[in-house]
């Protein structure tokens, strides 16, 4: 590949909605690519394109509000009516036009061919393309909607979180949507790899069901190594298998700590503070395991009757992996979080802090332009991609489009 080629800024087209596709595009936008959103033109009941542009609170408008926002900013946004022959049409030249490398889409596997998405149209279209789809099991399950909590729930993770005595109960945040987006994120980078050694390019269909499985790697294979149940189910905040790790109490909150060897938990009971914890039969993480719930009272027992500080002072000099229980403002005043948020502006100039990115690299954008009001894109890209203005008036006159700036008039 020539180093002009090698340049060139990426384009990506995404017929997207909800989380798991938007933040995998999210990280394109970071590293500067072209991103344009996909989204339905209006419909005969509900509100129009993406349903998460209407949950949280109201920022700006109706249709950016605060749920929406950190996945979407520095996208672009058109709104077709892919139902129609010249929606598809007009998708197939926007593939060409605007020589786009990723198509994405994260609607039910029978839709594909309906909609005029599927890989082989589209790549008949547009040699080359690098083609990526999220669903809830991959098209062997065409029918089957993909919401992460229902995920959760198929895939284990709610059977692992929580309590020992309590429910099962769903993460805090929405993981397999998100490992969802950056598997599409990691083998789209793979297959523009392969594309610049060979020239083709490649359909990637992402099943959210095995890209959770993929996680259960501490514990789905236990169950070929006759594993007890306790191993494979809620333990609340301890681990299974190193122990002490565990959240203990303190005089004035908590504190986590977590010992990952036999060596650490040497120096932590050399301290005088926990010197009393130990015992010969607990030197060996095996020993240990079998007196973990009296250890964890023992723990407990000391770390009740000193302030956090105190604790953490004792476990720093001993070079023991321990944390306060940071709750989200603390956790964006962090000097290793600070200095990387990403940064957007609301229209009235407003400066709002958002994640960082998961990797810091070189040219990689922090600031990014607030999220497009739906269909705002819609008329000037079909603008550079050769259509006249009357035209474009004709595709939104019959539903094919819809185009903000003109609804604006």
């Not at 033109?41 to 926002?69: E, K, Q």
Request: a neutral charge; hydrophobic letters at 40%; charged letters at 20%.
């Amino acid at each position: 590949m020539s180093t002009a080629s090698s340049k060139r800024r990426r384009t990506v087209l995404s017929m997207e909605q909800a989380l798991s596709l938007p933040y995998a595009t999210l990280r394109f936008a970071q590293l500067g690519w072209r991103v344009i959103r996909i989204e339905s033109t209006p419909g005969a009941g509900g509100l129009p394109g993406d349903p998460n542009r209407y949950i949280g609170a109201r920022v700006v408008d109706d249709d950016r509000r605060s749920y929406f926002v950190a996945p979407n900013v520095g996208k672009e946004a058109i709104a077709l009516d892919l139902k129609h022959a010249d929606g598809q049409a007009l998708l197939r030249r926007l593939l060409v036009a605007l020589d786009v490398d990723v198509f994405c889409c994260n609607t039910l596997p029978r839709r594909y061919a309906q909609l005029g998405i599927d890989y082989e149209t589209l790549a008949a279209a547009r040699p080359g393309l690098v083609w990526a789809g999220i669903s809830a099991m991959g098209p062997e399950y065409p029918d089957a909607p993909g919401y992460d909590p229902v995920l959760q729930a198929m895939a284990g993770y709610m059977e692992l979180t929580g309590p020992a005595d309590g429910p099962p109960t769903l993460t805090g945040v929405p993981v397999i949507d998100l490992k969802a987006g950056d598997e599409v994120y990691a083998n789209v980078m793979l297959a523009l790899l392969e594309r610049a050694e060979t020239g083709q390019g490649r359909r990637i269909d992402v099943s959210m069901l095995q890209a959770a499985a993929s996680w259960l790697v501490t514990t789905l294979p236990l169950l070929d190594f006759d594993c007890q149940p306790g191993e494979i189910t809620r333990c609340g905040n301890e681990h299974r298998k190193f122990i002490p790790t565990n959240v203990y109490p303190t005089a004035d909150g908590f504190v986590y700590l977590a010992i990952g060897s036999d060596v650490q938990w040497k120096r932590l009971t050399e301290t005088p503070r926990f010197a009393a914890v130990a015992s010969p039969a607990r030197v060996t993480n095996e020993g240990r395991h079998r007196e973990r719930e009296a250890i964890h009272r023992d723990m407990a027992a000391v770390t009740s009757r000193h302030s956090a500080a105190e604790i953490a002072a004792d476990l720093r000099r001993a070079t023991i992996p321990h944390t306060p229980i940071n709750d989200i403002p603390a956790v964006r005043a962090l000097p290793a979080v600070a200095g990387r948020l990403t940064r957007t502006q609301l229209p009235d100039g407003k400066t709002v802090r958002m994640q960082p990115a998961a990797v810091d690299l070189p040219g990689m954008a922090r600031d990014l332009p607030f999220p497009a009001h739906y269909g705002e894109h819609t008329h000037a890209l079909l603008r550079e991609i050769g259509l006249g203005a009357a035209e474009i008036a004709r595709l939104s006159a019959s539903g094919v489009v819809y185009d903000a700036t003109q609804a604006a008039r």
